[in-house]
Each structure stands twice: as C-alpha cells, then as structure tokens.
C-alpha cells in the first residue's frame, strides 16, 4: 500500500468520524423538539445512519491499529452548537426552527465531504464508500427538511 493511500485513508476516515459525531449529537439536540411524527422519524433515521458510519470508522481505524483521538475543537464547537440550537429553539420553538437549524448543519455536512472527498482521493475505497454514504444521507435530509422551511 503506497504511503498516500494509508494517509488519505486515515484523513478522511477521521474527518467522516467527527462528522458522523457531530451529526448524532446535533440530531439528538433537536429531536425531543420535533412536534411532527415524520420529520421526527426522518431524523432518527439520519441519526442512525450516521452512527452505523461513525461505528464503521473506528472499526476501520481500529483494523489500522489507529485511534481517533479527540480534539480540543470539537468540544468547542459542540458547546457552541448546543448554545445556539437551545437559545434558538427557546425563543423560536417549532418545526420550521428545527428545519432551518438542521438544514445548516446538512450544508456544512455536504460540503465538507465533498471537499474532503476531493482532498483526498487516494484513499481506499471501503472508505470513500462511507463518505460517499454520509453525503447521500446529508442529502436526503436537506430534501426533507425543506418542506418543512
């Protein structure tokens, strides 16, 4: 295995695991809030696929003999996230804040991978698959949620 192919593989299988987590915890932010039964469901169902893909990474990561290791960024950017999806949904409770809440997250989602996707190309293929997986789920959601907007 080239040098490349193990580093780009290791870079994106961490980026889509952050991402994954992130993804669960914004979804687990908001669904308690979530007033009707489908975008409800919808968004446990994107939760969970998010959580097969982050399992599958470490799984991955493990097979390599690598940890993620945790960053101090993520907490703060978890903690910030959290402030402003509970101060938004205090003063603006309702399905069209969840929406447009989780719609932002769908965007930075499917553009950081795509970018990453991008970035790194050599990776190995199980693993673009679960970016590629991530990115049709970030996909589908934002669909969802804009008939909700």
């Not at 719609?103 to 795509?114: E, Q």
């Amino acid at each position: 295995m080239r040098i490349t192919v193990k580093s780009d593989t290791l870079s994106l299988l961490r980026e889509c695991e952050s991402g994954a987590k992130t993804a669960v915890s914004a979804i687990n932010e908001v669904v308690g809030r979530v007033n009707d039964e489908k975008l409800r469901e919808c968004l446990r169902e994107s939760r969970d696929e998010h959580a097969r893909c982050e399992r599958r990474c470490g799984e991955i990561m493990s097979a390599y003999d690598e940890n993620s290791s945790p960053s101090v960024m993520p907490a703060i950017s978890k903690s910030m996230s959290w402030l402003k999806t509970n101060f938004t949904l205090d003063v603006k409770p309702g399905d069209k804040t969840v929406a447009a809440l989780m719609t932002d997250g769908c965007d930075m989602g499917i553009k950081s991978l795509s970018s990453y996707l991008n970035e790194f190309e050599d990776a190995d293929r199980e693993v673009k698959s679960i970016a590629r997986r991530m990115l049709d789920d970030e996909k589908h959601l934002h669909e969802v949620l804009e008939g909700y907007l």
